[in-house]
C-alpha cells in the first residue's frame, strides 16, 4: 500500500510553459487537496475534490485548474507558469465519511519556474 | 474566513527541557484540531489532534489543549530530545460539505539543543 504518491518530485520549469503535477492516492478516500508551502505563509490550499467528479477552489486558486476523473488521481494543472508559482507542493487526501477528518499529505513537488 | 496564528516562530530549547507552541483560531465553527510535525524535505505528518468536545489529549511526550471559549489551543512537548527538532503546524479544521476546510498556521521551527 503506497498511501497518497506525487510526480514528479522536482521540477524545473521555464516561465509560460504549462505543467501537470500528478496525485495518487490509493486509500480511496474521497476527498483530495491541493496545498503549496511557501516559507512564512505554511500551507496555503489551492483546489480541493469533494468526490470524483467535483472539484472546488481554495484560498488561492488563481493560475491553477485541477480535474477529478476518479477517485484516485487528482492532477493539478498550471496552464502558463510565472515565477510566483514557485513552490512546494503538496497533495493530500482525506474521508470524513469514514469518521476520521484526518488528512494525509504526499511527499510533495518541488517546483522551480524561472 | 478562518484565521489561525501560531507563535513562537521559532523555539529553542535544550535536550530535556519542554517546549509549547501556541496557536489561536477566529471561527467557533472549527471543531477538529490537528498538529503537524514536517522534517527537513519531507511531507507534514500528523503527531497528535483534538477534538472542540475535549479540554485535552495526551500521548507520551506529546499533549495538546484546547480552550474554546478563548478560542487557543497549544502543543506541549515534554523531555524534548534532538529528533524533535522540526517545524510544527498547528491547524483549525471543519467540514464544509464533503471535504475538511483546514486553515493552518504559519509553523514553528523547533531546535533542540543536545
Known amino acids: 500500500i503506497a498511501g497518497i504518491t506525487q510526480a514528479p518530485t522536482s521540477q524545473i520549469l521555464a516561465a509560460g510553459r504549462r505543467m501537470t503535477l500528478r496525485c495518487t492516492q490509493d486509500?480511496?478516500?474521497?476527498?483530495m487537496y491541493w496545498y503549496r508551502q511557501d516559507l512564512g505563509l505554511g500551507l496555503r490550499l489551492i483546489h480541493y475534490?469533494?468526490?470524483?467528479?467535483?472539484?472546488g477552489k481554495g484560498e488561492v486558486p488563481d493560475g491553477y485548474s485541477v480535474s477529478r476523473a476518479n477517485t484516485d488521481d487528482f492532477p493539478l494543472t498550471l496552464a502558463s507558469a510565472v515565477p510566483s508559482q514557485t513552490s512546494v507542493y503538496f497533495c493530500?487526501?482525506?474521508?470524513?465519511?469514514?469518521?476520521?477528518?484526518?488528512?494525509?499529505f504526499g511527499p510533495g513537488t518541488r517546483l522551480t519556474v524561472l | 474566513g478562518e484565521n489561525v496564528e501560531q507563535h513562537p516562530s521559532t523555539l529553542s530549547v535544550q535536550e530535556g527541557d519542554s517546549a509549547v507552541i501556541k496557536c489561536t483560531y477566529s471561527?467557533?465553527?472549527?471543531?477538529?484540531f490537528p498538529w503537524y510535525k514536517q522534517e527537513l524535505g519531507k511531507r507534514p505528518q500528523l503527531i497528535i489532534d483534538?477534538?472542540?468536545?475535549?479540554g485535552e489529549k495526551k500521548d507520551q511526550r506529546i499533549a495538546v489543549t484546547l480552550n474554546k471559549t478563548a478560542k487557543h489551543f497549544s502543543l506541549h512537548i515534554t523531555e524534548t530530545q534532538p529528533e524533535d527538532s522540526a517545524v510544527y503546524f498547528c491547524?483549525?479544521?471543519?467540514?464544509?460539505?464533503?471535504?475538511?476546510?483546514?486553515?493552518f498556521g504559519i509553523g514553528t521551527k523547533l531546535q533542540v539543543i543536545p
Open positions: 493530500a487526501s482525506s474521508d470524513p465519511a469514514l469518521g476520521t477528518d484526518t488528512q494525509y
Open positions: 486509500m480511496r478516500h474521497n476527498a
Open positions: 475534490s469533494n468526490t470524483a467528479g467535483t472539484t
Open positions: 471561527d467557533s465553527a472549527s471543531n477538529y
Open positions: 483534538i477534538r472542540s468536545n475535549v
Open positions: 491547524a483549525a479544521s471543519m467540514r464544509s460539505g464533503g471535504y475538511q476546510k483546514v486553515t
